[in-house]
Structure formats: structure tokens, C-alpha cells
């Protein structure tokens, strides 16, 4: 099946710098990419959804200046997390899908584990 | 009530025991995704269906629009089985995943 990577798998950052997280799609061209942020023992959250050579839709909420979103080519896409804090410490899942329709499957990276201390 | 919703949350089986997960959705939706999740974290799709009925190996997946349900069955558990599983539908209005709180599943040797 389709692969998703995501980089890093861990890491850890002090509070106020910026941590960038990488999503590539290995073997197909990625027209939509999905960020998410899962909390412990709770389901997926979206935060944004970007095209390719767009600007990310981000959902409600989501500040769009802290969490930063390019998805400059069909097999990459970046989140920055901006001045990180605390609170931002949490689980984030990049996905990914060949097509923008919902016909199209979605394959999932295998997250990263932020910790800002 | 939630628009995704899953029974039972945590299931507990013996080595070789037939599993079943299921999930009810109250939108109107495109597709509906079965995921599982290990430990760490890595979510790996395992069908996405939108009628009928697919198998991969030991898995198998039914879907029935009308009542808005689908079943994930696990024959021959296994403890690498152990996972939670998650189903997730794709809202027609909405275009996004709308994500179940997953079932939990442990199986014992």
C-alpha cells in the first residue's frame, strides 16, 4: 500500500523556539495532505487541510500564524510549530491522498511525538 | 450524541477468538475508513469501504448504508491484533474525516 513518512518521529524542544515536522508521500502524489493532532486517549483532530501550491484551510481554532502549513511540492508538506509551549506538547499525524475528492483513499504517517519542555 | 459512534470500547478476547467491532454514523458520508493504532502511535489504514464487504487476510469489512453500520470483524485473533481500532467516515457535506473514539482491543495468548 500507499506509504506516508513523517520526520521527525520524536522531539523534544524548549519553550519559544519553532519545531518543523516533515510529511512526504513515498510512492504517490499527494494532491491533499491533512494535519492532525491527537491528544492521549482521544480521537484525531483536524487542524488543517492544505493542496498543493495552496494555502492551507485551517480549521476553527487552529491559529494559523502558530501552526504553520506549506505543502510546496505533490510529495512534501511541512508543519512549523511556532514558538512552541507547553500546551502545544502532543501527538501530530500528517495524511495524505492522491486525488482532493473523497473517492480517493487516505493513508496516514506514523506521527510525531512533540514535547516542548 | 456523537456522529461516530463505536462499540464496544475496549474488547478483551483469547488467542483465536473471533472479533467484532462496530460502528454507527449518523451523517451522510462518501466512504468510511477502518484504522488501527499501535502503540506509538502509527495509525495504518486498513479499508476504506463505501458498500458491500472487503477482506485482507484475516480482516474483514461489511458496510451497510441504509442502516448506517459497519462491522470490523478479526477472525483467528492474535495478540499482535492488539491495537485500538478506529473508524472514521468522510462526511459528504464536509469532505473531512469524522473520526469514532476507537475500540480498544487486547488479545491474551
Known amino acids: 500500500g500507499a506509504v506516508v513518512s513523517q520526520h521527525p518521529s520524536r522531539v523534544i524542544c524548549k519553550s519559544g523556539t519553532s519545531v518543523k515536522i516533515e510529511c512526504r508521500s513515498l510512492?504517490?502524489?499527494?494532491?491533499?495532505m491533512f494535519w492532525y493532532r491527537q491528544f492521549p486517549k482521544k480521537s484525531l483532530m483536524l487542524m488543517a487541510t492544505s493542496n498543493e501550491g495552496s494555502k492551507a484551510t485551517y480549521e476553527q481554532g487552529v491559529e494559523k500564524d502558530k501552526f504553520l502549513i506549506n505543502h510546496a511540492s505533490l510529495t512534501l508538506s511541512t508543519l512549523t510549530v511556532t514558538s512552541a509551549h507547553p500546551e502545544d506538547s502532543s501527538f501530530y499525524i500528517c495524511?495524505?491522498?492522491?486525488?482532493?475528492?473523497?473517492?480517493?483513499?487516505?493513508?496516514f504517517g506514523p506521527g510525531t511525538r512533540l514535547t516542548v519542555t | 450524541k456523537n456522529e461516530v459512534e463505536q462499540s464496544p470500547q475496549n474488547l478483551t478476547a483469547q488467542e483465536g477468538e473471533f472479533i467484532t467491532i462496530n460502528c454507527s454514523y449518523s451523517?451522510?458520508?462518501?466512504?468510511l475508513h477502518w484504522l488501527q493504532q499501535h502503540p506509538g502511535g502509527g495509525i495504518v489504514s486498513l479499508f476504506m469501504l463505501s458498500s458491500g464487504k472487503k477482506k485482507h487476510g484475516r480482516l474483514i469489512a461489511t458496510i451497510n448504508i441504509q442502516e448506517k453500520h459497519s462491522s470490523l470483524h478479526i477472525t483467528a485473533s492474535h495478540p499482535r491484533d492488539s491495537a485500538v481500532y478506529i473508524c472514521?467516515?468522510?462526511?459528504?457535506?464536509?469532505?473531512?474525516?469524522?473520526f469514532g473514539t476507537g475500540t480498544r482491543l487486547q488479545v491474551f495468548p
Open positions: 451523517v451522510g458520508i462518501s466512504a
Open positions: 495524511s495524505a491522498r492522491e486525488g482532493t475528492s473523497g473517492d480517493y483513499e487516505q493513508y
Open positions: 472514521a467516515v468522510r462526511s459528504w457535506d464536509t469532505d473531512k474525516l469524522i
Open positions: 510512492d504517490f502524489q499527494a494532491t491533499t
